[in-house]
């Protein structure tokens, strides 16, 4: 039954995200920033069932969560980074550069993929002062298990939304 219910928060939530992205694209296009309101309740719950998951006493749950906020805070700024340069590629597709242009921007690319693997790594290292091994496990797994439930979640709620119009 619990995760039925669960399953069910999910959908709402997801359900809820998904509307409100729209909306966010269309205030952007209209040359509004939109609000971050639904990703930080999307992070918010994430951590919830994080929290849950880990079974993190409240002290534990301090360290890991500075160490996770700044991990994810790094992550989006490698993340933009990353995107930055696939736009490059993009307008360079357009404009038909020629090869040099494309390699150098591959260059970088592959250097920020070697960052992002790098983050990465230290993160997982430095959870081992927080956590003990079977929580790094579980943490891993989470980690999979929400982003899967998430893509999941998301591709049922665009299907429903496609079969009613």
Do not use: C, W
């Not at 749950?61 to 490698?78: G, L």
């Not at 690319?109 to 929580?135: G, H, M, N, P, Y």
Request: glycine content about 4%; proline content about 1%; cysteine-free.
């Amino acid at each position: 039954m619990k995760k039925i219910a669960t399953f069910f928060l999910m959908l709402s939530f997801f359900a809820f995200v998904q509307s409100s992205l729209a909306q966010r694209r269309e205030g952007r296009m209209e040359g509004h920033q939109g609000d971050h309101q639904p990703f930080e309740r999307l992070e918010s719950f994430k951590k919830i069932r994080m929290m849950e998951a880990l079974h993190l006493d409240e002290n534990t749950s301090i360290k890991f969560f500075a160490r996770y906020d700044k991990h994810e805070d790094r992550m989006r700024a490698i993340e933009a980074e990353r995107n930055d340069l696939v736009e490059q590629l993009d307008s360079l597709s357009r404009n038909d550069a020629g090869d040099e242009a494309y390699n150098v921007v591959f260059d970088q690319f592959t250097a920020v993929d070697k960052k992002i693997a790098r983050e990465r790594t230290d993160f997982l290292a430095s959870l081992k002062e927080v956590l003990t091994d079977k929580q790094i496990a579980q943490f891993i797994v989470f980690e999979r298990n929400f982003m899967r439930d998430l893509r999941r979640i998301v591709r049922e709620v665009q299907l429903d939304r496609m079969k009613g119009h």
